[in-house]
C-alpha cells in the first residue's frame, strides 16, 4: 500500500492558499524545499507517448503545450491508466513524486500524519482527493456524496462525532461543558462521539463518562463484546477430533477484555497466535506498510493498537480450526458491531489443503456471526482465488454502493486485491 499527500483540483476555487498548502502534493514539495519550482517531471502513458513538463505549486505546466494540468489531468494527457499520478510521474532521476515525498518524510522524521493515501478509500482509485485532517485517508468527493470541499478543517466519516458530523462539537463549551469536544469511542464498533453531542440528545447517563473506556454506543455493540468476552479460547467442537476456537490477543489486565488469565493460559493463547501466524505466512508475502514500517500480518494477529485508524488493529481476532491440537486453518476477522465484520486474512496449512476443512472453519464462523446477529461479511479475496468465494462460499464483489454502505467503518484497502460481501442470514 503506497501512500503520499495528493492534492484535489477542484479545492482551487473553495479553499484558501493555507489550505492547499496541506492539500496538495506539488506545493508540500515546493514548500518544504524537497523539488524546486520548474523542476522537470515527465509521465509515460499507452504507445510509448511521453509527456514532460515542468511542476509549480499550483500544477504542472507541459512541455508541448504550455498548458497547466493537475496531477490527475497530467496523467491523463500522457494517456497513462494507471490513475496513481504521484507514481506514475516521474523526475528525470527516475524517482517518482510519491518516492520523493517518502524520502523527505524518512530524512526530516516527520510524523505519519503527514502523509495522506494516494488512493481513494471506497473505490480504489487515484486522482483528485480531499484529505482528511484526522488520519491518512483519502477520498473523491462524489464517492463521499460530497459536490464541493468543506470548509474548514475536515474529518472523514471515521473520524468525526456520528452525531454532529464535525471535527468539533456544535454544542458550545461553557462551565458545565467543558468536555464537549471529548471524544468517546465504542468498544465494539469503534465509532466516535463527542461528550456534548451525546449528553445533548441525552444517551444516557452521561455523568462520569468521559474518560471512560469500556463504552458502547448502543446495546447491541454491548451484547456482542461480552459475547465475544465470553467466548475467548472455549473450544468448539464442530466434527470428530475437529474443534473450532476464537482467540485474541489479550493481556491480563486489558481494560477493555480484561479477564483473569493464568500462567498456563496465557503461554497456550500466545502459542495458538504464534500457529496462526505460522499458516499465514506459509500463504501470504511480508505486506509491510511503507509508512509505518511494521508488517501488518504480525500486526493484525496480535491486535496491535496504533492512533491511526488505517493502523488500529485491535478489534482483531482470531477464528483457529484444529485437529488434535494442531493449527490447521485460520482466519482474522474484526466485528463491527451488528452492521459489519471484516475478514482480512484466511488460510490454511499446505497439507490440509484441498480436504474442506477453509470450508469447516467458514461455516462455524458464519454461524457464529449469524448468533451474533451481525448483518454483512466483507472479505478480502486475491485476484487468483476469487472464483472459489463467489462461486462456493457465496460472496458478491463489493460495488462503489456497497462500500459506501459501510464508509463509516475503517475497513483495510490492500491494493490488488478484491473485496467481497455477503449478507449473513439472520434466522439461527
Known amino acids: 500500500m503506497e501512500n503520499s499527500s495528493e492534492g484535489c483540483s477542484k479545492r482551487g476555487k473553495v479553499l484558501s492558499m493555507s489550505m492547499r498548502?496541506?492539500?496538495?502534493?506539488?506545493?508540500?514539495?515546493?514548500?518544504?524545499?524537497?523539488?524546486?519550482?520548474?523542476?522537470?517531471?515527465?509521465?509515460?502513458?499507452?504507445?510509448?507517448?511521453?509527456?514532460?513538463?515542468?511542476?509549480?505549486?499550483?500544477?504542472?505546466i507541459c512541455d508541448c503545450c504550455q498548458e497547466s494540468f493537475t496531477m490527475t489531468a497530467f496523467e491523463a494527457h500522457a494517456c497513462c491508466t494507471r490513475h496513481r499520478p504521484s507514481s506514475s510521474i516521474f523526475l528525470e532521476d527516475g524517482r517518482s513524486l510519491s518516492e520523493c515525498q517518502r524520502e523527505a518524510l524518512s530524512l526530516r522524521g516527520e510524523k505519519m500524519e503527514r502523509y495522506n493515501d494516494t488512493i481513494c478509500l471506497v473505490c480504489g482509485l487515484g486522482g483528485d482527493l480531499i484529505l482528511c485532517d484526522q488520519c491518512p485517508s483519502s477520498f473523491h468527493l462524489g464517492c463521499l456524496g460530497l459536490d464541493r470541499v468543506p470548509d474548514g478543517d475536515w474529518f472523514c466519516p471515521t473520524c468525526c462525532c456520528k452525531i454532529c458530523h464535525q471535527p468539533k462539537c456544535e454544542q458550545e463549551e461553557g462551565p458545565d461543558q467543558k468536555d464537549s469536544n471529548v471524544?468517546?469511542?465504542c468498544v465494539q464498533c469503534e465509532q466516535k462521539f463527542h461528550f456534548g453531542c451525546l449528553k445533548a440528545i441525552g444517551f444516557g447517563d452521561m455523568e462520569g463518562n468521559a474518560e471512560k473506556k469500556n463504552w458502547f454506543c448502543s446495546v447491541d455493540c454491548g451484547k456482542i463484546f461480552v459475547s465475544l468476552k465470553n467466548m475467548l479460547?472455549?473450544?468448539?467442537?464442530?466434527?470428530?477430533?475437529?474443534?473450532?476456537?476464537l482467540f485474541k490477543n489479550v493481556s491480563n489486565g486489558d481494560d477493555d477484555h480484561g479477564g483473569d488469565f493464568t500462567s498456563d493460559e496465557v503461554s497456550q493463547k500466545e502459542s495458538k497466535l504464534n500457529a496462526t501466524l505460522g499458516v499465514l505466512r506459509e500463504s501470504f508475502d511480508p505486506i509491510v506498510d511503507v509508512i509505518t514500517k511494521r508488517e501488518l500480518v504480525e500486526d493484525i494477529v496480535f491486535s496491535r493498537y496504533s492512533e491511526h485508524n488505517r493502523c488500529n488493529f485491535s478489534g482483531f481476532y482470531n477464528v483457529i480450526l484444529e485437529k488434535m491440537d494442531e493449527v490447521i486453518s485460520v482466519a482474522t476477522i474484526r466485528i463491527y458491531g451488528s452492521n459489519v465484520a471484516e475478514i482480512v486474512f484466511v488460510a490454511t496449512k499446505k497439507q490440509h489443503r484441498r480436504q474442506g476443512?477453509?470450508?469447516?472453519?467458514?461455516?462455524e464462523l458464519e454461524r457464529q456471526l449469524t448468533c451474533l446477529k451481525i448483518r454483512s461479511l466483507v472479505l478480502h479475496s486475491s485476484k487468483s482465488?476469487?472464483?472459489?468465494?463467489?462461486?462456493?462460499?457465496?460472496?458478491?464483489?463489493?460495488?462503489?454502493?456497497d462500500k459506501r454502505r459501510f464508509i463509516n467503518h475503517t475497513l483495510l484497502e490492500f491494493q490488488n486485491t478484491i473485496m467481497c460481501l455477503k449478507s449473513l442470514d439472520r434466522r439461527v
Request: net charge positive.
Open 21 to 60: 498548502k496541506r492539500s496538495t502534493l506539488l506545493y508540500w514539495l515546493i514548500d518544504n524545499q524537497v523539488l524546486a519550482s520548474g523542476t522537470n517531471v515527465l509521465c509515460r502513458g499507452g504507445n510509448d507517448i511521453v509527456k514532460k513538463g515542468s511542476i509549480f505549486s499550483d500544477g504542472i
Open 385 to 401: 482465488t476469487i472464483n472459489t468465494w463467489t462461486k462456493s462460499f457465496g460472496f458478491a464483489i463489493m460495488s462503489g454502493h
Open 357 to 363: 476443512m477453509c470450508w469447516l472453519l467458514m461455516d
Open 183 to 185: 471524544v468517546i469511542m
Open 233 to 245: 479460547g472455549k473450544p468448539i467442537k464442530i466434527a470428530n477430533d475437529l474443534t473450532w476456537t
